[in-house]
């Protein structure tokens, strides 16, 4: 697996999964371009007190459903603020 950033003014990133070996070695020939850069797997590790916490949020939720919002209105609460 590769994890890849593409070089703009922003620079996003992007966690890939790489399907088929030709579409490795284009990756790899960008890396050559410098067109990308690969980034170790680690960089995007996800700290144990993170993962915790969504577990945590999980299970709270699944027994009060009804403290959830439809994304609808969280996005007016958003927009009000």
């Known amino acids: 697996m590769l994890t890849f950033i593409k070089t703009t003014i922003v620079q996003p990133s992007y966690h890939i999964i790489i399907k088929k070996d030709y579409a490795s070695a284009i990756i790899e020939d960008l890396q050559k371009l410098d067109a990308v850069e690969v980034l170790p797997d680690i960089a ?7 993962i915790d916490e969504v577990l945590k949020r999980k299970k709270y939720y699944q027994q009060h459903p009804e403290e959830l919002l439809s994304w609808e209105d969280a996005q007016k609460l958003i927009k009000t603020e």
């Open 44 to 50: 995007y590790d996800i700290p144990q007190w993170q």
